[in-house]
């Protein structure tokens, strides 16, 4: 039985959602133990080596000669734009104690999108997307919010970071939604794993640290990895190719829910009251932006016809 490419478009943003979820739990139980950089070292060395399978198995010939100039400058910026979300989140990851809030406050990538695509993609608002960039920016002030605390306060190191990194995914993914037609996904996530290994291993050398870690670590990494750079990344871009962005953001901010079940049962993390409205209201915000881009395409469309 064949499947449409609308199902196996939202499919795909299903795997990538439930890989994106278990992201969170294994790299936060690797870097409770090892340092950024050694979990970089091996997370992205997994991640290239199950890459290089994937290109091997699934026989893709990829010319580098072949690939234009300004499909290079794409393919640069978007692994550049990678990097910094990545690395950020990562370090996010870290220090912010449960995970779950991590993943709602990621929630802010589409209406990144959403911005950046006002002021580089020509593309307008209407009504109902303001109101939905309003309750997930609610959100993210009532996940940070305690009584005393003044609104500067409210954003916090780990709650800054998490924006900046979203902020730089999204552009990543503009980047990629353009030149996805004309480049491969698998250039795109390789580009990010090689970029992101090198980096790593720069500066476990720079910094004097150890290649040495627990096993279970390499386990959680190992498991990570697959999820993660490899399968996450790659379904994800594979989706666009079927469905709109607006469909797959919508699928991939359920994550949060899994996040939640995943963080009590690895790190006994329990969300908070205000944590779980706010993460609520991010997710309510995605779908409410998500819809409208939607409803405003079937609307052009139907003007054309």
Do not use: C
Not at 254 to 274: D, Q
Request: hydrophobic letters at 55%.
């Amino acid at each position: 039985m064949f499947i449409d490419e609308r199902k196996k478009g939202v499919l795909l943003a299903f795997v990538a959602t439930l890989a994106l979820a278990n992201v969170y739990i294994f790299s936060k139980a690797a870097l409770n133990v090892v340092h950024l950089f050694q979990f970089g070292f091996y997370w992205f060395g997994f991640a290239m080596i199950l890459n290089l399978i994937f290109i091997k198995v699934t026989k893709k010939k990829i010319k580098l000669s072949e690939i234009n100039s300004k499909a290079r400058v794409a393919i640069f910026w978007n692994a550049f734009f990678e990097v910094l979300g990545t690395v950020l989140f990562f370090y996010a990851i870290k220090i912010v104690d449960n995970p779950a809030i991590v993943s709602f406050i990621v929630n802010l990538g589409p209406v990144f999108t959403l911005i950046l695509g006002f002021f580089f993609l020509n593309e307008r608002f209407k009504f109902i997307e303001y109101g939905g960039i309003s309750i997930t920016l609610i959100g993210v002030l009532i996940i940070n919010y305690s009584m005393g605390t003044s609104f500067a306060e409210m954003l916090s190191k780990g709650t800054l970071i998490i924006i900046f990194s979203s902020f730089f995914f999204s552009i990543a993914l503009i980047i990629a939604k353009r030149n996805i037609n004309t480049i491969e996904p698998v250039i795109l996530t390789s580009s990010r794993i090689i970029l992101l290994f090198l980096i790593s291993l720069v500066f476990i050398l720079v910094e004097g640290l150890s290649f040495s870690i627990d096993v279970r670590s390499v386990l959680y990494i190992a498991g990570g990895a697959f999820m993660g750079p490899f399968l996450a990344v790659l379904s994800s871009y594979y989706s666009l190719k079927y469905i709109e962005v607006s469909i797959t953001n919508i699928i991939i901010s359920t994550k949060s829910v899994l996040v939640i079940i995943g963080a009590y049962f690895f790190f006994n993390a329990i969300m908070s009251g205000n944590q779980l409205i706010g993460g609520a209201l991010t997710i309510v915000g995605i779908v409410v932006i998500s819809l409208a881009k939607r409803i405003k395409k079937i609307s052009n469309l139907k003007k054309k016809s």
